[in-house]
T-cell receptor, first 116, second 113 residues
Framework: GENVEQHPSTLSVQEGDSAVIKCTYS??????FPWYKQELGKGPQLIID?????GEKKDQRIAVTLNKTAKHFSLHITETQPEDSAVYFC???????????????FGSGTQLTVLP | SAVISQKPSRDICQRGTSLTIQCQVD?????MFWYRQQPGQSLTLIAT?????????ESGFVIDKFPISRPNLTFSTLTVSNMSPEDSSIYLC??????????FGPGTRLTVL
């Protein structure tokens, strides 16, 4: 089955700096890679995702890159703000047609702290 | 996206008892999932619940311990049976919308004494 590794486990940055979180996956059949932000006491929130047919996707201060050959993908947050502080999870799945099981395999999480 | 609610939001239960967690979504969805998140850990899939069929359980999870119902396209329940302190976790439901995107509920925080 799929195995997703995530690094670092903790990351502290100064407000305004950039943060990068990296994940690797093992199953070459995986083609969907979402990122979730989980604030304390809340459920995970989907913040951005990327599919295997693109190499990069950006949404305001957040970007995700994918290297299919190396089987790794990364989350980039620019101009970090204190409200970006949370646990971030990467995940991978083999997206399929409607009706088929598409379970997500999650990374271990990164606790991001943005220092004011 | 979807608006997903879970009940209860948290509970403290005695060893040996059972708790049923409800998950309600504001639109009809085919795929619903139940996850467990142990303290400080990542998410682990318990089972996939499709309406009209039996839930599909992941390795390490069995129906007798975690029975699931899926009576319609907007609702599901997960029961944690014969609880022990090791069952203390956050239990999360999620739904899959178009494009494989999964959205999560707020979670149910369970403490077993």
């Amino acid at each position: 089955g799929e195995n997703v590794e995530q690094h670092p486990s903790t990351l502290s940055v100064q407000e305004g700096d950039s943060a990068v979180i990296k994940c690797t996956y093992s199953d070459s059949a995986s083609n969907y890679f979402p990122w979730y932000k989980q604030e304390l006491g809340k459920g995970p929130q989907l913040i951005i995702d990327i599919r295997s047919n693109v190499g990069e996707k950006k949404d305001q201060r957040i970007a995700v890159t994918l290297n299919k050959t190396a089987k790794h993908f990364s989350l980039h947050i620019t101009e970090t703000q204190p409200e970006d502080s949370a646990v971030y999870f990467c995940a991978a799945s083999e997206g399929g047609s409607s009706g088929s099981a598409r379970q997500l395999t999650f990374g271990s999480g990164t606790q991001l702290t943005v220092l004011p | 996206s979807a608006v997903i609610s879970q009940k209860p939001s948290r509970d403290i239960c005695q060893r040996g008892t059972s708790l049923t967690i409800q998950c309600q979504v504001d639109s009809q969805v085919t795929m619903m999932f139940w996850y467990r998140q142990q303290p400080g850990q990542s998410l682990t899939l318990i089972a996939t619940a499709n309406q009209g069929s039996e839930a599909t359980y992941e390795s390490g999870f069995v129906i007798d311990k975690f029975p699931i119902s899926r009576p319609n396209l907007t609702f599901s329940t997960l029961t944690v049976s014969n609880m022990s302190p090791e069952d203390s976790s956050i239990y999360l439901c999620s739904v899959e919308l178009s494009g494989n995107e999964q959205f999560f509920g707020p979670g149910t925080r369970l403490t077993v004494l």
